[in-house]
């Protein structure tokens, strides 16, 4: 980036609830069903149905407020957003307009140049999805009406954000927020987490803001992150060259790597927002408010601070263990098994993230059982298997989720540590390895690494690593 | 002839063996095929003769619903399972509904017959019925003239004894007028106290659903069926319904207000007359009589089409030939889909007030109508609250007019609109009114009497219409 230019990005992010039913019906919220089997009269928008708020949303929308240091209103209402379109049935969303439920919140991010910064969230509200269009099933587009109705909170950040980087960081964190609380599963590449964002540049020291445009069709994070730099560098590009940044939207194509205009027919909506006739106001009062807060769950810095403090890990292994959910709770249920709060972080960090990353797995499905890696962990601390045996044991984990103790036992690798029949093979070893017993003698002790590696070697591994070492040196000291 | 003059009075005759409630259904059919001239009904249900036969039963077994063998016809804008629902619109000319409205099921679930869905204002607009995709209806009265709208229909199938009752819609006076217009009575109960679920919106914050009867004792009983808290609508209201039926006789001497502002110019001078009639009758009676005004009474009518034409515009929206509306058949893309399947769909006077709603919710107009119609909206508010501080009830004229003449205003939709200049005030504030009719002008139309009250105060309404009626109107009911 150019160093006379400074960003100005505000995220516009939608999250999808975890609700069992939509926002304003009965109807199941379900991804994956039958085209239009999980719809009614009221999302299908035939004619006399009315709304019904689903309370859940206003929970899950409070929780959210909660977590990222919102006020949350006690009085909102909803709005009708006005507009014509195929997977819109009723001819608007209801959505928040004026007096949305959260307002004035901030999240924390930390750079990778170590520095803090705190970036504002101007709302949240709560809206529903429309539903699917599907145009490649023969001439005509079909819709879908599964996804209409179902609860979205739309989450608008303040204009604080300086660079790519940092909204990648704030998004990373919101998604660690919603999946901690619950709320939403997170996933940008299914869609239910989305995100839109406005971007414009200006000299630094400049106080004014830029004409901005909005970016469009990020499906994944670090998609996010590719496309506001390739934005900047194209708004810079034009002012460089002595040109004018159009208010315009433009949507990101992943495959070229840069950012297209939109057809403008496709822009410039007067939605004619008003407020929603059909349905009362929302208000939150300080009784169900309590209520809501009391059910909050533990946040990803409370977690990551507990884990210092509780389990003395460094400040880089909670980092890593918490900031999923999932992995922060299968760290815990090791814990369960063993004491051994650092072995735990680093099988995690180590053997099991490796193996999830390369098969492309969700923790929650991960083939070993929490108490099994706590199992193995415990039989190297007890002096029944090496550190070395273990990583052979892990593999026979991946593929029988069992004791490991028993496989242990099936393939005997129980770890020799009868001093008689270790000192037979020491005594074999020096035997046929003079050469190396002479520099030993002469005063190059490195040599004995050499050694125990043979002793090692003979016992396939099991014989008990500290006996080896203090029996060859209690034989080598012999020879003099 | 009908027997009888109300439901309970019908029971009876049945419970004694006097009246066949299937020869009644059949009568009621074949007045309906007679009079097929005033196009009160889109749709007859044939069924209802057979289901007739079932309901005698259950009278005669002494287990039976509240409105058993009550033959009620329902506006076309009220939903019911498997039937049409058109809304008197080419646009919803072959739809049928998939799912009966909360109030309607509520009278089959007390064992009513709906003998049919009857004819309106194209989506409730309009106060003539002349605004119908399926032809306009004519006043039972004379059919030379209207029968006033949008529940012109319902208000002429019970003026013309096609039904013991029936449901209409009131958003602005459309219960109320062709009450008054067709000389029956018709009630536009509380915001809140009917669940609009079933019920195609016209404007949202302003629908009502309520009954038309002959008599007072029917339109209590129908109240009482309709009224009360639907999980289905958010808006209805939890608060407690009163025993409507066994309460309104008990006649108390209210305190009555007269605004001045509904006695002054435009008000045609015979119907001025025949209220002052009843007014000071209601005076030598015992009743208090003060005059009260409303100051932001003239502003009525141009909010009311603000609000409602706003919320139309967007209401009216789902109507866009992708799913259940008829489709233009022309061929073309998807904005020429939309505009075609609109401008062929909807009538004239529908169109008229989508645009108007369109435009009053604009960016950089919605402040200047939208916004300001709200704040008048709580004026006019205010200024009824006001008044029920003083009065129990208040009395206006129901139309600064009888009855006018098929065509006569089509031309003109101001005019048209200042039909509901005495009815829109009740919707804005949300509060009840009624239709009494008592009497006729020199032409022989009816002329009606509006009671209205505060919010939740139907029963001050309908003890003074049943003192009016059982007092003053004895012979003079149709
Ligand atoms: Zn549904």
């Not at chain 2, 073309?332 to 645009?355: A, C, H, P, Q, W």
Request: proline residues 4%; hydrophobic residues 35%; charged residues 25%.
């Amino acid at each position: 980036m150019n160093q006379k230019y400074e960003a100005v990005i505000g995220l516009e992010v939608h999250v999808q609830l975890l609700t069992k039913t939509k926002t304003f019906c009965g109807c199941r919220n379900k991804f994956g069903s039958p085209p239009n089997t999980n719809v009614c009269p009221v999302c299908m928008g035939h004619p006399g149905i009315l709304p019904v708020l689903n309370k859940k949303v206003v929970e899950f929308a409070v929780l959210l407020g909660l977590a990222t240091n919102c006020e949350i209103n006690k009085r909102s209402i909803f709005a009708r957003k006005n507009y014509f379109y195929p997977d819109l049935p009723k001819g608007w969303q209801t959505s928040q307009f004026e007096l949305p439920i959260c307002e004035h919140g901030f999240i924390d991010i930390v750079k990778s140049d170590g520095l803090e910064k705190r970036l504002g969230i101007t709302r949240i509200h709560m809206e529903e999805d429309a539903g699917k269009l599907i145009h490649d099933q023969g001439t005509d587009s079909l819709i879908d009406l599964n996804r209409c109705g179902t609860p979205l909170l739309e989450i608008v950040s303040e204009p604080d954000m300086r660079s790519a980087e940092e909204a990648y960081l704030y998004l990373v964190k919101l998604k660690q927020i919603v999946t901690y609380l619950g709320i939403c599963d997170g996933n940008m590449e299914e869609g239910s987490l989305r995100c839109d964002a406005n971007v414009s540049i200006r000299l630094k020291g400049e106080k004014k803001l830029g004409t901005k445009t909005e970016v469009k069709n990020m499906n994944s994070f670090r998609n996010v992150e590719k496309a506001i730099e390739a934005e900047i560098d194209r708004q810079i590009d034009i002012i460089e060259d002595g040109g004018k940044i159009i208010q315009q939207t433009l949507l990101w194509d992943a495959d070229s790597g840069d950012v297209k205009p939109m057809r403008s027919k496709e822009e410039s909506h007067d939605y004619r927002y008003f407020p929603e006739p059909d349905l009362m106001p929302v208000l939150v009062n300080d009784d169900w408010r309590k209520s809501i807060s009391e059910s909050l769950p533990e946040l990803p810095e409370h977690r990551k601070k507990r884990f210092i403090d509780k389990y003395k890990l460094p400040e880089y292994d909670a980092e890593l263990l918490t900031a999923e959910k999932p992995v922060a709770d299968f760290y815990e249920a090791v814990l369960n098994t063993t004491d051994d709060f650092k072995s735990a972080s680093n099988w995690i960090m180590g053997d099991v993230l490796k193996i999830i990353n390369e098969r492309k797995i969700k923790i929650e499905d991960f083939p070993v059982s929490p108490e099994n890696i706590g199992r193995l962990i415990n039989l190297i601390n007890e002096g029944l298997i090496s550190s070395k045996i273990a990583k052979e044991v892990f593999p026979v984990l991946l593929d029988e989720n069992k004791d490991p103790r028993t496989i242990v036992e099936e393939k005997s690798l129980l770890q020799i540590s009868d001093d008689s029949f270790i000192e037979e093979v020491v005594g074999n070893i020096l035997g046929n390895n003079m050469d190396q017993v002479k520099q030993y003698l002469d005063g190059k002790e490195k040599v004995i690494g050499f050694l125990v590696g043979q002793v090692m070697r003979e016992t396939k591994g099991k014989a008990n690593p500290a006996a080896v070492n203090k029996i060859l040196k209690e034989k080598l000291e012999a020879f003099r | 002839m009908l027997q009888y003059k109300t439901h309970s009075q019908k029971l009876n005759l049945i419970k004694n063996g006097k009246l066949s409630l299937t020869e009644n259904v059949e009568y009621f059919r074949d007045s309906i095929n007679k009079n097929a001239d005033l196009n009160a009904f889109n749709f007859v249900f044939e069924e209802v003769v057979e289901e007739s036969r079932k309901i005698e039963e259950k009278i005669h077994d002494g287990k039976y619903g509240k409105l058993a063998g009550m033959v009620i016809a329902v506006k076309d804008v009220l939903a019911l399972k498997d039937k049409p629902l058109t809304c008197s619109s080419n646009i919803l000319k072959k739809f049928k509904s998939i799912y009966t409205a909360t109030a309607v099921q509520k009278l089959l679930d007390e064992d009513a017959l709906i003998i049919g869905k009857t004819n309106c204002d194209e989506f409730a607009m309009g106060s003539s019925n002349e605004n119908s995709a399926r032809g306009v209806v004519k006043n039972p009265v004379n059919t030379e003239f209207v029968p006033g709208g949008s529940s012109g229909g319902s208000a002429a199938a019970v003026a013309a004894g096609l039904c013991d009752a029936s449901l209409g819609t009131d958003t602005g006076g459309s219960i109320r007028q062709p009450a008054s217009f067709c000389g029956i009575y018709g009630f536009k109960p509380t915001y809140g106290r009917v669940s609009r679920f079933g019920l195609t919106a016209f404007a949202s914050s302003f629908d009502t659903i309520g009954p038309f009867a002959r008599s007072v004792d029917d339109i209590s009983l129908l109240l009482q069926v309709i009224s009360g808290k639907d999980k289905y609508d958010s808006t209805s209201s939890d608060k407690e319904v009163p025993d409507f039926l066994s309460e309104y006789q008990n006649a108390t001497k209210l305190k009555i207000g007269l605004p001045q502002e509904f006695f002054s110019d435009g008000l045609d001078p015979e119907i001025r007359d025949i209220l002052y009639d009843y007014i000071s009758k209601l005076k030598t009676d015992g009743f208090e009589i003060i005059d009260i005004h409303l100051p932001h009474h003239e502003y009525s009518i141009a909010a009311y089409y603000i609000l409602t034409t706003a919320e139309a515009s967007t209401n009216l929206a789902r109507y866009d030939g992708v799913r259940y509306t008829t489709r233009s058949g022309k061929k073309d893309d998807l904005i020429n889909m939309y505009t075609n399947t609109r401008s062929e769909g909807f009538g004239d006077e529908v169109k008229r007030r989508i645009m108007l709603g369109t435009y009053v919710l604009s960016a950089g107009y919605y402040d200047a109508y939208y916004a300001k119609a709200q704040k008048v909206r709580r004026l006019i508010q205010k200024d009824f609250f006001d008044a029920f501080e003083k009065v129990d009830v208040i009395i206006t004229p129901t139309s600064p007019f009888t009855a006018f003449k098929l065509g006569e205003k089509t031309s003109d939709p101001l005019q048209m609109y200042l039909s509901d200049i005495y009815t829109t005030s009740a919707n804005l504030a949300g509060i009840p009114g009624i239709n009494v009719p008592v009497g006729s002008a020199g032409n022989g139309l009816p002329i009606g009497m509006q009671i209205l009250a505060n919010q939740f105060e139907e029963l001050k309404l309908l003890r003074l219409s049943s003192y009016i009626e059982s007092n003053y109107l004895k012979n003079e009911v149709v």
